[in-house]
């Protein structure tokens, strides 16, 4: 008896040594992309930096009220991966380059939730296998190198699920209200939490309730401790911010055209985050995870059920919202890599396992350094037959974007330090968003407030003009990417584009500005063309701002031709 528990006790010693191992080597990449990744990143990653400056600013002035004055900062948003990130974001020196290491006590919660339920569901291999396979996946290393909520959600996911297993079909009561705690967690780091657990969550509650004949009364009882638990954690904010939460989506369908909603059951539609997958795990691990779904189906067993509820339902759940960003599904990732991957361990031939074992293993290796590393390390017949992914090479950013020199040249010429700034920033994609300056100004206090230059849950976007032409009349500086000029009319900014556009060609006409009382200030060159800053030399006459606004109302719906002529007739 003693000698097999103590060969159990090496085995568990041995395994968390590896997985142990494992997040040493992604600590270690994390640690030198902090110093060497300058890419400023999409404006998701702003605002959630944003958020972070806000509750640390909530924290520094207690009050009774502090807990009103948290959901109150962000209520669209539950407050849980910004919280969890302060300690991390505070110790690494309150700065954009080092916050996503937040996202490190993330990953290694991932990566013990995925070994415990491979453990459970098939063997110690398995989980351990699993555990190294989701963490080299392509989009889990790129997004742990952002401030970002997929990594966070991945992790309370695959966390509730391992605790979910753990309560042995609700019959332990310590595990079910230990779920419980999870649940509510999860409730509070994003409301698509619900999606990746319904599957698994109904059933192992039909399991408990109906297949298991024996302590029906316990296990109802744990099944409501455990929302209970949930309840308590989570009920706060969702009855503080659930008519905010329901704002949010009912203005957020406006910009939701990318799929008609009659063509929801068209098989484009319902494909696209299976279509979406070979980007998020590599192109070889898509392909492993078809050879494993196939044979999974053919010799289907009952512990796949769990991995195949938690794909699936989430699956169909996405492919019926109108966005099909891929970010969306990579909580399901952890199901993808225990149906990739579980088949092995069922194997009767040795040699056969341990060759996979190693092959897979390998393959996980040269996809994490051809993610991690400055240039394509990997042989390009190899990337041509798809044995590792398409290489995002994070290291490649190393560029001068001056996003700090910016901000900072605007804080030192302002008029006055007294009264608030005001800087209309053109929209482009990373690196000048206007996230990136609010977050600047959030962080530091400094008196610059940023407008955008599309307001984007705004339901009326005929009515857009009016509210880019009142930002420029308020604005003290404005600064233009000259590509603003060259993107696309597609996707969703195509009903929002051709008003900022307007917007856009106004400001690359000097002669507009000189008659707004706006002078070329300062021009900065960054890698992908040059950024003009624009000051307001004196402010316009009260009397003619009013005219302006007035007479852009009268035109309302604005179109593109008409918004072009009414700023020729200001001129």
């Known amino acids: 008896m003693f000698k097999k528990l103590n060969n159990y006790l090496s085995r568990a010693r041995l395994d968390y040594f590896l997985l142990a191992g494992l997040w040493l080597l992604h600590a270690a990449r994390g640690i030198v992309f902090a110093f060497i990744d300058n890419f400023p990143k999409g404006g998701d990653m702003w605002r ?6 806000g509750y640390i600013h909530i924290l520094q002035k207690p009050s009774w009220d502090i807990l009103r004055r948290i959901f109150a900062e962000n209520p669209h948003f539950p407050p849980l991966f910004p919280f969890l990130s302060i300690p991390v974001y505070l110790l690494s020196g309150r700065t954009e380059e080092t916050a996503y290491l937040a996202n490190l006590i993330f990953l290694g919660v991932l990566i013990l939730s995925t070994y415990g339920i491979g453990k459970r569901l098939h063997a110690r291999g398995a989980g351990l296998l699993a555990s190294l396979v989701i963490s080299t996946y392509s989009s889990i290393l790129v997004y742990t190198g952002e401030y970002m909520m997929p990594i966070a959600l991945t992790s309370i996911v695959t966390l509730s699920i391992y605790t979910l297993l753990l309560t042995d079909d609700f019959a332990s009561t310590k595990f079910s209200v230990l779920f419980g705690l999870s649940l509510g967690l999860g409730l509070l780091t994003k ?3 619900v999606a990746f657990l319904l599957g698994p969550g109904l059933l192992v509650v039909f399991m408990g309730l109906v297949v298991n004949k024996d302590r029906k009364i316990k296990r109802s009882v744990n099944i409501s401790l455990s929302a209970l638990t949930a309840f308590i954690i989570a009920s706060p904010y969702y009855f503080y911010s659930f008519w905010h939460i329901v704002d949010f989506f009912n203005f957020n369908k406006y910009q939701d055209e990318a799929i008609p909603t009659r063509d929801l059951l068209s098989l484009k539609s319902l494909g696209n ?15 492993l995870f078809i050879i494993g779904l196939v044979i999974t189906l053919i010799k289907f067993r009952k512990k796949n059920s ?3 509820s938690w794909f699936g339902v989430s699956y169909i759940i996405f492919s019926f919202l109108l966005t099909k960003l891929p970010r969306y599904i990579v909580p399901s990732l952890g199901a993808v890599a225990l149906i990739s991957i579980s088949w092995i361990f069922y194997l009767r031939n040795r040699i056969i396992k341990v060759f996979f074992i190693l092959f897979i293993s390998i393959l996980c290796l040269l996809n994490f350094i051809d993610e991690s590393w400055m240039t394509a390390v990997i042989p390009e017949p190899l990337r041509r037959l798809g044995l590792v992914s398409s290489g995002q090479h994070v290291f490649k950013s190393w560029r001068p974007w001056k996003t700090r020199e910016i901000f900072d040249y605007i804080v ?11 800087v209309l920033v053109l929209y ?19 008196g610059v407030r940023i407008f955008n230059d599309y307001w984007y849950f705004e339901p ?12 420029v009349l308020k604005a003290s500086f404005v600064i233009l990417h000259e590509s603003i000029l060259d993107v696309p009319d597609t996707h969703h900014m195509k009903k929002i584009w051709k008003y900022t556009i307007g917007t856009a060609e106004m400001f690359s006409r000097p002669e507009v500005f000189s008659k707004l009382n706006f002078m070329l200030s300062r021009e900065f060159e960054i890698p992908d063309g040059l950024v003009r800053i624009y000051k307001r030399v004196s402010d316009p006459d009260q009397e003619e701002k009013a005219a302006v606004i007035n007479k852009a109302i009268e035109m309302d719906p604005l179109g593109r031709e008409e918004y072009l002529d ?5 001129r």
């Open 428 to 446: 482009t994609d990373p690196p000048f968003v206007s996230d990136v300056f609010n977050y600047y100004s959030i962080r530091e206090d400094c």
């Open 273 to 287: 985050h299976f279509m979406n997958l070979p980007e998020l795990v590599g192109r070889v691990f898509f392909i």
């Open 460 to 471: 009326d976007c005929e009515r857009h003009a009016v509210y880019d032409y009142e930002k």
């Open 306 to 308: 769990i991995s195949f």
């Open 48 to 53: 959630y930096l944003s958020m972070t400056e």
């Open 412 to 422: 030192k010429n302002r008029d006055s330090k007294e009264e608030a700034t005001w």
């Open 566 to 570: 009414f700023l020729q007739a200001a």
């Open 191 to 193: 409301w698509t939490f």
